[in-house]
């Protein structure tokens, strides 16, 4: 078996069909499909069991309660007989023939741990759709990744392939909505060479019910403590105003100052603003600043 795809699904009767559709597809065939019901109440169970039937590829697994997102990934690697994995939420899709595109790099680089492709992003408004591109590039180096390639930004587990011995080991972390961002850094520690390239197409589908549409002041402050721990190691302006905004909506969202370690870097209006007033006093400002333009509507 050349490559093993998990899809948990949780109440996903109205978006699994069109995302194993996709799957199924791909003129890629040389795969394992595992579906995981983790405790769904809607008619999830069921289109699983229908696809199950239809191709030999599909298997499902049933856990018995609600387990999450990072739980029913788990689950699956522990079934996953590929040489690579990879991971697809159930409200998303892959574009056409994206394994097949994906598959034959890594069949003329054997070395590659893993791939990044590029992902589309849908919000429903024409406006907000997104499509996140990627230059083909070998990286050897984490701080390269993270900082130059901006890895920080699309720390997602599902528009990547990798080579499953990497997880040996490794679990993604229970009861954490940003698993994906604490997680990559740690399957980074073990690969010696992976690429971004620019073949291949994940759909990522809004769903305003989903884990960011949901994150509250704890699920931010999981995510900033995520990028506190690679901060001491990896660090440039860029990023640390990246984890600054985390910080901010961490204090709108729970009224806590977080903790922020200092670094010299001035280069935006917000991190002048954090050496004149401090992190407290910037905090504040931010949070009457969004308040003022909710009022006014601009």
């Not at 056409?96 to 054997?110: F, G, S, Y």
């Not at 901060?231 to 100052?257: F, M, Q, R, S, W």
């Amino acid at each position: 078996m050349r490559l093993s795809i998990i899809i948990p699904a949780y109440q996903a009767e109205t978006t699994l069909r069109r995302c194993l559709d996709s799957v199924l597809s791909q003129s890629f065939r040389d795969v394992q499909v595992i579906l995981v019901d983790d405790a769904s109440t809607d008619g999830t169970h069921a289109l699983m069991e229908e696809y199950c039937q239809r191709d030999h590829r599909v298997q499902m697994l049933t856990l018995q309660k609600n387990e999450g997102l990072s739980q029913a990934r788990n689950h699956g690697l522990h079934k996953a007989h590929g040489e690579y994995v990879t991971f697809i939420d159930s409200d998303d899709a892959l574009g056409k023939d994206t394994l097949q595109a994906v598959m034959e790099i890594i069949n003329v680089h054997p070395d590659y741990d893993f791939v990044e492709y590029p992902i589309y992003e849908h919000y429903g408004n024409i406006r907000r759709q997104h499509l996140l591109q990627f230059p083909r590039r070998e990286y050897k180096s984490i701080e390269d990744y993270w900082l130059e390639g901006h890895a920080y930004q699309h720390s997602y587990a599902c528009n990547k392939i990798y080579r499953t011995e990497i997880f040996k080991g490794l679990a993604f972390p229970k009861d954490e909505k940003f698993e994906d961002v604490a997680m990559l850094p740690l399957l980074l520690s073990r690969c010696h060479l992976w690429a971004t390239i620019s073949v291949g197409l994940y759909l990522y589908y809004d769903n305003p019910t989903g884990i960011t549409a949901k994150a509250d002041g704890k699920a931010l402050h999981q995510l900033l403590d995520n990028h506190l721990r690679i901060i001491p190691k990896i660090c440039n302006a860029e990023y640390y105003a990246h984890v600054l905004n985390i910080a901010l909506d961490v204090y709108e969202n729970t009224g806590i100052v977080p903790r922020l370690p200092d670094k010299p870097y001035n280069n935006t209006t917000k991190l002048r603003l954090k050496h004149l007033i401090g992190l407290k006093g910037l905090c504040q400002v931010n949070k009457l600043a969004h308040r003022f333009y909710r009022k006014t509507g601009r």
